[in-house]
């Protein structure tokens, strides 16, 4: 297992294709195998980040010159119960072997992301949030347990009220404390494979937000579109996604709908042009103008309200509906910028963003508005208020200027009290970690690594950019 | 390996990450002129040579200018092709990962008269040419398979022809040239870019070997330029510039001509 640059140094990337670094991989099948890495970073002095299927935004599963342990490999389901829709996997198993899974006996997973390929480790160690954060919490609320294996060797079980610190720590913790080995998770009864969905649109940011605290109340999950590139009186303008499960009953195809074909998405456009291929024909429009074009297009087209019924999966997986999507931002490819909001600063704030970016020229091509509570981890993200995730393209040329907006993003959010999620950013400082999550938790959860991995084992670009001295 | 009281520089972030570098023959002149332009621009560095203290005492000067370790020394003899793997390993593990490698360990070694010089031009074949062989070719492969890095190869003018006054510099300057254009010609489609430097006469230890001496730059001018040309990836550069024109005329006077021409010879 000696590392050697020949064989072992592989250039491992982001989501977003806009960052990469070289590391030695380690592919784990079990947990005596994970404990071999740690021996091996023990002798040569390396450090070791955990990474699922690496759909972070940023740097969180890189590790320059370090170990990255690819926990894929360890995917197996040990135990599911479709009475009680009680869940037991390794930590490598993928939303979307967990969702095939439980659904035909009536289950769905209670958070999932917005793409179904990213593992359960993973989910755990950023606390994944989905469409329905403000009613179901992030996925960290509905773990009833999980084993992990700390970098001292010792192997432990942590539950709400089983070592609750370190519970409420490691969940979201980044994967900085330990390696998740088993989790054990709490699935949601579902009567139908579909939900109502209702679209409309909003004219501008102060409807957008207002209609999503409206709106979030009455449904199950609530999503908008914000179209970035929109200026003036129409600045945040954008489309509400609306959506809530069908009571026992109303889907007469029930037991047709909840099975797994019926819910796969489908590989061909217009039942011709294969899906692969799509990003390839939206990479033109990947451009100021293009994006102005399309998303222009894409509101007015939406300005009838319409509700309709859809397939879970194809409501949730909106980023796997067009594979590889990433790809059509060219060869640096995208970052994410996603903030946090109490409801008071919202617009004021997100008004004063959008309108910077513009003035930059450097307009975000796609927003992403959802709406949130608190929660009680420790690294916790969640305001209760709003998220807009933004994202934006990555050129050889306005990676700098790129830069500084998003330093400037940065203040603006911190000003208004404002949070960020480690999955996503890739531009957070250490001392704007320390302010928007202040000092006290960072003395915390730095004592807690102290107790759970002394030798500092367990470090990642992200950990040492956001928690670096 | 260096210790230091300064603090670890940052690594930056993605979308402004800290660049990192090594420096083979980093001790004294355009090493050690590199030295400084690279980390005056956020480079860090791990600096690479025999002699410990020089490579300690410029360090120090360096982490001193900017408060942080920028510069790391690794005492490190190029003619130890062993040691080459392992330590290329500690350096992108301190440094946490690797943008660029310049390999600018050469040697000039007058040839005496009435001395065959079997072993001075041996040697200098081995740090200026073997030596390269040694640290670009491990490198080379790592930069492809990570599909970036940048490698630049301190040549000389004197590789562009065969010179009457110091066949054993000259071949060994040439051979590196070459080597840098194949690996160039092999590495591009990967995305990794090669520079060939061509220094003419440059004011460090090597240009008392010179018999005379003319257009003589500073170390500093000559890291400058090479500076410039790894931001613009070009392929190959004079520095001086001027030495462009001279070798572009020497390059095409035929043999039989050049070799009567005893001034330039």
Same mark, same amino acid.
């Given at each position: 297992?000696? !590392? $050697?640059?020949?064989?072992?140094?592989?250039?491992?990337?982001?989501?977003?294709?806009?960052?990469?670094?070289?590391?030695?991989?380690?592919?784990p099948?079990n947990v005596a195998?994970i404990e071999?890495?740690f021996?091996?970073?023990?002798?040569?002095?390396?450090?070791i980040?955990l990474?699922g299927?690496?759909?972070?935004?940023?740097?969180?599963?890189?590790?320059?010159?370090?170990?990255?342990l690819?926990l894929?490999?360890m995917n197996r389901i040990l135990e599911w119960d479709p009475a009680s829709g009680l869940i037991k996997v390794e930590p490598g198993v993928?939303i979307?072997?967990l969702?095939?899974h439980v659904?035909?006996?009536?289950w769905?997973p209670p958070v999932?992301?917005?793409?179904?390929?990213?593992t359960l480790g993973g989910c755990l160690g950023m606390n994944i949030h989905?469409?329905?954060n403000?009613?179901m919490g992030t996925i960290g609320e509905h773990v009833i347990e999980f084993t992990v294996l700390l970098p001292t060797g010792l192997e432990i079980v942590c539950g709400p009220k089983k070592n609750g610190d370190l519970f409420r720590a490691m969940i979201g913790g980044l994967g900085m404390l330990g390696v998740f080995t088993t989790i054990t998770l709490q699935m949601k009864?579902?009567?139908?494979?579909?939900?109502?969905?209702?679209?409309?649109?909003?004219?501008?940011?102060?409807?957008?937000?207002?209609?999503?605290?409206?709106?979030?109340?009455?449904?199950?999950?609530?999503?908008?579109?914000?179209?970035?590139?929109?200026?003036?009186?129409?600045?945040?303008?954008?489309?509400?996604?609306?959506?809530?499960?069908?009571?026992?009953?109303?889907?007469?195809?029930?037991?047709?709908?909840?099975?797994?074909?019926?819910?796969?998405?489908?590989?061909?456009?217009?039942?011709?042009?294969?899906? $692969?291929?799509?990003? &390839?024909?939206?990479?033109?429009?990947?451009?100021?103008?293009?994006?102005?074009?399309?998303?222009?297009?894409?509101?007015?087209?939406? $300005?009838?309200?319409?509700?309709?019924?859809?397939?879970?999966?194809?409501?949730?997986?909106?980023?796997? &509906?067009? !594979?590889?999507?990433?790809?059509?931002?060219?060869?640096?490819?995208?970052?994410? &910028?996603? $903030?946090?909001?109490?409801?008071?600063?919202?617009?004021?704030?997100?008004?004063?963003?959008?309108?910077?970016?513009?003035?930059?020229?450097?307009?975000? &091509?796609?927003?992403?508005?959802?709406?949130?509570r608190p929660d009680k981890f420790l690294l916790t993200h969640a305001?209760?208020?709003?998220?807009?995730?933004?994202?934006?393209?990555?050129?050889?040329?306005?990676?700098?200027?790129?830069?500084?907006?998003?330093?400037?993003?940065?203040?603006?959010?911190?000003?208004?009290?404002?949070?960020?999620?480690f999955?996503?950013?890739?531009?957070?400082?250490?001392?704007?970690?320390?302010?928007?999550l202040?000092?006290d938790v960072v003395t915390r959860f730095k004592a807690l690594k102290r107790r759970c991995d002394p030798k500092?084992l367990l470090?990642?670009?992200?950990y040492?950019?956001?928690?670096?001295? | 390996?260096?210790?230091?009281?300064?603090?670890?520089?940052?690594? %930056?972030?993605?979308?402004?990450?800290?660049?990192?570098?090594?420096?083979?023959?980093?001790?004294?002149?355009?090493?050690?002129?590199?030295?400084?332009?690279?980390?005056?621009?956020?480079?860090?560095?791990?600096?690479?040579?025999?002699?410990?203290?020089?490579?300690?005492?410029?360090?120090?000067?360096?982490?001193?200018?900017?408060?942080?370790?920028?510069?790391?020394?690794?005492?490190?003899?190029?003619?130890?092709?062993?040691?080459?793997?392992?330590?290329?390993?500690?350096?992108?593990?301190?440094?946490?990962?690797?943008?660029?490698?310049?390999?600018?360990?050469?040697?000039?070694?007058?040839?005496?008269?009435?001395?065959?010089?079997?072993?001075?031009?041996?040697?200098?074949?081995?740090?200026?040419?073997?030596?390269?062989?040694?640290?670009?070719?491990?490198?080379?492969?790592?930069?492809?398979?990570?599909?970036?890095?940048?490698?630049?190869?301190?040549?000389?003018?004197? %590789?562009?022809?065969?010179?009457?006054?110091?066949?054993?510099?000259?071949?060994?300057?040439?051979?590196?040239?070459?080597?840098?254009?194949?690996?160039?010609?092999?590495?591009?489609?990967?995305?990794?870019?090669?520079?060939?430097?061509?220094?003419?006469?440059?004011?460090?230890?090597?240009?008392?070997?010179?018999?005379?001496?003319?257009?003589?730059?500073?170390?500093?001018?000559?890291?400058?330029?090479?500076?410039?040309?790894?931001?613009?990836?070009?392929?190959?550069?004079?520095?001086?510039?001027?030495?462009?024109?001279?070798?572009?005329?020497?390059?095409?006077?035929?043999?039989?001509?050049?070799?009567?021409?005893?001034?330039?010879?």
């Amino acid at each position: 297992m000696k !590392p $050697s640059i020949y064989n072992t140094l592989t250039r491992l990337e982001n989501y977003g294709h806009s960052h990469h670094a070289p590391s030695f991989l380690f592919q784990p099948q079990n947990v005596a195998e994970i404990e071999k890495a740690f021996e091996t970073a023990r002798k040569q002095g390396l450090t070791i980040t955990l990474r699922g299927a690496g759909k972070s935004y940023n740097d969180a599963a890189l590790n320059g010159g370090g170990i990255v342990l690819d926990l894929q490999g360890m995917n197996r389901i040990l135990e599911w119960d479709p009475a009680s829709g009680l869940i037991k996997v390794e930590p490598g198993v993928t939303i979307h072997q967990l969702w095939q899974h439980v659904l035909p006996d009536g289950w769905w997973p209670p958070v999932v992301s917005g793409t179904m390929t990213t593992t359960l480790g993973g989910c755990l160690g950023m606390n994944i949030h989905g469409k329905n954060n403000f009613r179901m919490g992030t996925i960290g609320e509905h773990v009833i347990e999980f084993t992990v294996l700390l970098p001292t060797g010792l192997e432990i079980v942590c539950g709400p009220k089983k070592n609750g610190d370190l519970f409420r720590a490691m969940i979201g913790g980044l994967g900085m404390l330990g390696v998740f080995t088993t989790i054990t998770l709490q699935m949601k009864r579902t009567h139908s494979g579909l939900l109502t969905v209702r679209a409309w649109n909003v004219p501008h940011l102060r409807s957008h937000l207002d209609e999503i605290e409206t709106g979030a109340s009455e449904h199950d999950y609530f999503v908008g579109w914000l179209d970035a590139t929109a200026r003036g009186r129409g600045l945040g303008r954008g489309q509400l996604h609306a959506a809530d499960y069908l009571h026992e009953g109303d889907d007469p195809a029930a037991a047709r709908t909840l099975q797994i074909d019926y819910q796969t998405l489908p590989s061909t456009f217009f039942g011709l042009m294969p899906k $692969s291929l799509l990003h &390839y024909f939206m990479a033109p429009f990947m451009n100021n103008l293009g994006t102005w074009g399309v998303n222009t297009a894409k509101y007015y087209m939406g $300005s009838r309200a319409k509700t309709y019924r859809q397939a879970h999966a194809a409501f949730h997986f909106l980023l796997d &509906y067009i !594979p590889d999507w990433e790809l059509a931002y060219g060869r640096s490819g995208l970052i994410q &910028y996603q $903030s946090f909001l109490p409801r008071a600063t919202a617009l004021e704030a997100w008004t004063e963003m959008l309108a910077l970016s513009q003035r930059r020229g450097l307009p975000s &091509y796609l927003g992403v508005t959802k709406r949130h509570r608190p929660d009680k981890f420790l690294l916790t993200h969640a305001v209760d208020g709003f998220s807009l995730a933004l994202d934006f393209k990555v050129t050889g040329r306005n990676r700098t200027r790129l830069a500084g907006l998003l330093q400037d993003f940065d203040r603006i959010v911190v000003d208004a009290g404002g949070r960020f999620y480690f999955a996503k950013n890739s531009e957070t400082t250490a001392a704007t970690a320390r302010l928007f999550l202040g000092q006290d938790v960072v003395t915390r959860f730095k004592a807690l690594k102290r107790r759970c991995d002394p030798k500092n084992l367990l470090e990642s670009d992200l950990y040492r950019r956001v928690f670096g001295e | 390996m260096s210790k230091s009281t300064y603090p670890l520089p940052s690594r %930056g972030t993605p979308l402004a990450p800290r660049r990192k570098a090594i420096l083979v023959g980093a001790s004294s002149g355009i090493g050690a002129a590199l030295a400084h332009k690279l980390t005056r621009q956020g480079y860090t560095v791990a600096l690479l040579a025999r002699r410990a203290d020089l490579l300690q005492a410029l360090a120090d000067e360096i982490n001193h200018q900017h408060n942080e370790q920028r510069a790391r020394i690794y005492v490190h003899d190029v003619l130890d092709h062993q040691a080459v793997p392992t330590l290329l390993n500690r350096i992108l593990t301190d440094l946490g990962g690797l943008d660029l490698v310049i390999y600018n360990a050469g040697v000039n070694l007058p040839p005496e008269k009435g001395s065959t010089n079997v072993e001075t031009d041996c040697q200098m074949a081995a740090v200026n040419y073997q030596g390269a062989l040694a640290w670009l070719n491990p490198v080379a492969t790592l930069f492809e398979s990570l599909g970036a890095g940048q490698i630049v190869g301190i040549s000389s003018v004197a %590789g562009d022809r065969g010179r009457a006054g110091n066949p054993g510099y000259t071949s060994s300057k040439a051979a590196l040239s070459c080597y840098l254009e194949a690996l160039r010609n092999r590495l591009s489609s990967a995305g990794v870019h090669v520079l060939t430097v061509k220094p003419g006469f440059v004011d460090t230890e090597m240009l008392k070997a010179a018999k005379r001496a003319f257009w003589v730059i500073p170390p500093e001018k000559a890291a400058g330029d090479i500076y410039k040309a790894i931001q613009r990836r070009k392929q190959t550069i004079y520095t001086s510039a001027r030495w462009g024109l001279v070798m572009l005329i020497l390059r095409h006077i035929p043999s039989f001509v050049f070799r009567r021409l005893k001034f330039l010879a």
